[in-house]
């Protein structure tokens, strides 16, 4: 939509960086890492970090509680990317958690929530949430046709956009792709007080 803004990226899990390879000059991109095992990893066996033309921080420690005692970062895009194994970090999906990534985003900005993962349904915990906000939540799926050749080794991939940002949604790159994300009347919303992940196991 303003292909010459400069973006200000925050990422919760920063796996081997590769986002940073998407970023332009001027663009600042912030990872929030709890492994130091993953960013030795990361700055050792991939260029991704010192090849990107963003200016790059990578702040240390649980990306929920890093969040929480920053000052509001104004990002215009925030990154949730912590779910893909079968351990899920249940306290980034809550109506706590919600409130702390809202604190940092700009009133148009967007929050994408990788909800990849084969054993839980992510999506319909991040609508709920979304809703509660009174923001929208739509799911960009990308599912391999094939499961021959090059195509065995790809995998389904769901992202949630959630945002304010009707405009953006609207947009036919987006739009196209996007899909509703069917409702779950029997599943509350999320706290840290209450959450049940049996509720969600596909």
Partial sequence: LRPKQQLNV????????VLAAWMEPGDRLAFYEIS?????IARREF?????TAARTEIIRGDGRLSLEREPPRGYDVLGIDAFSGDSIPMHLVTREAMAIYLKHLKPDGVI??????RFVDLLPVVKRLAA???LQAMNVADS???????????S???QVIVTRNVALLSWPRIAD???EIPDRPDLPTFTDAHHNLLRILK
Avoid: I, K, M
């Fill in 10 to 17: 925050g990422v919760v899990d920063l796996g081997a960086g």
């Fill in 132 to 134: 509660e906000f009174g």
């Fill in 156 to 158: 389904s991939t769901d």
């Fill in 177 to 179: 792709a996007a899909d």
């Fill in 36 to 40: 130091p095992r993953v960013v030795d």
């Fill in 47 to 51: 260029t991704f970090l010192s090849d």
């Fill in 144 to 154: 391999p046709e094939g499961g021959d050749g090059a195509e065995y080794w790809y």
């Fill in 112 to 117: 994408v929530f990788q909800a990849t993962n």
